[in-house]
């Protein structure tokens, strides 16, 4: 495997990676991401040996976290066609090239050393996109989008668990009250989930990132200030792919997910 050189949760953006790449190999592809499959062949060559890395269920997972959030972005271009789009944590997440290049303003933020590696292995070529290197906690961010009266919409894909609820609730309480108008759709864990997704992260090899935030319940986001206003809430593992492999197992692991709201994907508005 190529030597990522990445902090300790920038690394894990190597296993959505992987997600999309094998579920584009699948034989019921959920997303069918080549261009996922391209960036994880250049950075992975043994892919039947990183495979050992992620169960089905985690292959499913992931990429039905792009699937759900591709069409909660679709919906809201639609409602917005000329709203922005801004995409925290991208790592090497390709949703503009799955959504088809959309022609909006599109920003695509991460920390300056993952950004390195997405400019190196996805270089910016469109003129309505821009790649900000900095943290989703430096407010000057919002310089670099400029004016949202159009609509801004924020995709937060595998970010939010790696923090603890305080520095969660830091962003809510400083971006909700200035970004009025703004939706935002980001994917959580419960507290039992969080424990078994951090054992198969460190199974991986990826021993520094440790997965702090548990949540079930939306509403409870909903009480840290008066510009956040719950929207939906989305299970995961409830895609008819993984219904369509027939596995009895995973007809248990589905309802399971959906019993226990193990993972969860929410969409708010700042309001
Ligand atoms: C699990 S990866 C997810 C990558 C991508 N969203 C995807 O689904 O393929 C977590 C990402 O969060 C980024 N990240 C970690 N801390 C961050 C911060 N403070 N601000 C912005 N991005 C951050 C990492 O660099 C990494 O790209």
Same mark, same amino acid.
């Given at each position: 495997?190529?030597?990522?050189?990445?902090?300790?949760?920038?690394? @894990?953006?190597?296993?959505? %990676?992987?997600?999309?790449?094998? =579920?584009?190999?699948?034989?019921?592809?959920?997303?069918?991401?080549?261009?996922?499959?391209?960036?994880?062949?250049?950075?992975?060559?043994?892919?039947?040996?990183?495979?050992?890395?992620?169960?089905?269920?985690?292959?499913?997972?992931? @990429?039905?976290?792009?699937?759900?959030?591709? *069409?909660?972005?679709?919906?809201?271009?639609?409602?917005?066609?000329?709203?922005? +789009?801004?995409?925290?944590?991208?790592?090497?997440? @390709?949703?503009?090239?799955?959504?088809?290049?959309?022609?909006?303003?599109?920003?695509?933020?991460?920390?300056?050393?993952? %950004?390195?590696?997405?400019?190196?292995?996805?270089?910016?070529?469109?003129?309505?996109?821009?790649?900000?290197? &900095?943290?989703?906690?430096?407010?000057?961010?919002?310089? =670099?989008?400029?004016?949202?009266?159009?609509?801004?919409?924020? @995709? +937060?894909?595998?970010?939010?668990?790696?923090?603890?609820?305080?520095?969660?609730? %830091?962003?809510?309480?400083?971006?909700?009250?200035?970004?009025?108008?703004?939706?935002?759709?980001? =994917?959580?864990?419960?507290?039992?989930? *969080?424990?078994?997704?951090?054992? &198969?992260?460190?199974?991986?090899?990826?021993?520094?990132?440790? %997965?702090?935030?548990?949540?079930?319940?939306?509403?409870?986001?909903?009480?840290?200030?008066?510009?956040?206003?719950?929207?939906?809430?989305?299970?995961?593992?409830?895609?008819?792919?993984?219904?369509?492999?027939?596995?009895?197992?995973?007809? /248990?692991? !589905?309802?399971?997910?959906?019993?226990?709201? !193990?993972?969860?994907?929410?969409?708010?508005? /700042?309001?």
């Amino acid at each position: 495997m190529a030597k990522l050189d990445l902090g300790a949760v920038q690394e @894990t953006l190597l296993l959505p %990676l992987a997600a999309r790449a094998y =579920d584009a190999e699948s034989k019921y592809p959920i997303l069918n991401d080549q261009k996922a499959l391209e960036l994880f062949k250049q950075l992975v060559p043994d892919r039947k040996a990183f495979r050992r890395n992620l169960l089905k269920v985690g292959i499913v997972s992931l @990429t039905e976290r792009g699937w759900i959030m591709d *069409r909660a972005v679709k919906d809201f271009l639609k409602r917005n066609p000329n709203g922005k +789009v801004l995409n925290i944590g991208a790592g090497l997440e @390709t949703s503009f090239y799955r959504l088809g290049q959309p022609s909006v303003p599109w920003f695509d933020l991460d920390l300056p050393d993952s %950004l390195a590696l997405r400019k190196r292995l996805l270089p910016n070529k469109f003129n309505n996109v821009k790649y900000i290197g &900095k943290s989703m906690f430096d407010e000057s961010w919002m310089d =670099d989008i400029g004016n949202i009266s159009n609509g801004l919409m924020i @995709t +937060v894909p595998g970010v939010f668990p790696y923090f603890d609820e305080k520095q969660v609730q %830091l962003f809510f309480n400083t971006f909700a009250p200035k970004l009025k108008g703004a939706e935002i759709i980001f =994917d959580v864990l419960s507290n039992a989930s *969080r424990l078994f997704v951090q054992r &198969k992260i460190n199974q991986a090899g990826m021993n520094k990132a440790t %997965l702090d935030w548990g949540i079930m319940n939306p509403r409870h986001i909903e009480q840290w200030n008066q510009h956040i206003q719950f929207v939906k809430a989305y299970i995961y593992l409830q895609h008819p792919s993984f219904n369509a492999i027939g596995n009895p197992i995973y007809n /248990f692991i !589905s309802w399971n997910s959906k019993f226990f709201k !193990s993972a969860q994907i929410f969409h708010f508005k /700042f309001v």
